[in-house]
C-alpha cells in the first residue's frame, strides 16, 4: 500500500472564543534578523569539473536521509558553484573547524577567484573526484540526487558517497558572526 498525502491539509479550527489574528507579511530583513538567531554549522562545498574547482560557504546544510544517507544543501539560484557542481555531478561537503574562519571568510568572498581559494587551502579529491580539505573538522563526499526550486535558492540532494571526521570543534555563525560552541 502506497501512502500519500492529500494535496492540502484542511485549516484547524480556531479555538471558541479565539480573537482572529491577521499578521502582516515579514520584511525580508525582519526575516534575516530573527534567522540571525539560528545557530548553523559552517562548511565549504566544492566541486569539480571542466571549467576548474569551485566552492562556496555555506550553513543551509542538513541530514536527510539515513537510507538511503542522503544530505541537502541550498544555494543562491545564480550561484556559479551550483551551475558547476550540477554540470560535474558530484559535490563535498566540507565541516570547518572553530580556527578555519579565514577559510569560510574567503569562500563567502563572491569577489574572490576560486583559484586563489582552493591555493590556501590543503585538499585533496576522494571518491568520484570531490574535492575535500585535509583538514576539515569532518566532510562527505556526495553524487547529486536531485535538485528542487526554492524560492531565490536551488536545493540539492547529495547521495554520500564517501565520509570522514576527526576530533574538534566546528565553526559556527549565530547573529551574523563566527562563533565556537563556548
Do not use: K
Amino acid at each position: 500500500m502506497t501512502w500519500r498525502l492529500p494535496a492540502a491539509l484542511p485549516p484547524l479550527p480556531d479555538p471558541p472564543g479565539a480573537p482572529t489574528a491577521v499578521f502582516p507579511r515579514p520584511s525580508q530583513q525582519a526575516f534575516r534578523d530573527v534567522l540571525a538567531h539560528l545557530p548553523a554549522g559552517v562548511s565549504v562545498v566544492t566541486t569539480d569539473g571542466v571549467h576548474g574547482p569551485a566552492g562556496l560557504t555555506a550553513s543551509a546544510v542538513c541530514s536527510l536521509s539515513m537510507e538511503p544517507p542522503l544530505l541537502l544543501v541550498c544555494f543562491a539560484g545564480r550561484s556559479r558553484t551550483l551551475a558547476r557542481l550540477l554540470d560535474h555531478g558530484t559535490f563535498a561537503v566540507n565541516v570547518l573547524r572553530r580556527e578555519q574562519t579565514d577559510i569560510a571568510r574567503a569562500f563567502a568572498d563572491p569577489g574572490a577567484g576560486q583559484d586563489s581559494r582552493f591555493a590556501t587551502v590543503p585538499h585533496r579529491r576522494a571518491e568520484q573526484g570531490a574535492i575535500v580539505f585535509d583538514d576539515a573538522l569532518a566532510w562527505l563526499s556526495c553524487q547529486v540526487q536531485d535538485t528542487f526550486p526554492g524560492g531565490d535558492h536551488t536545493i540539492v540532494t547529495g547521495r554520500i558517497q564517501a565520509l570522514s571526521h576527526t576530533d574538534g570543534e566546528p565553526l559556527v555563525w549565530y547573529r551574523r558572526g563566527f562563533r565556537g560552541l563556548v
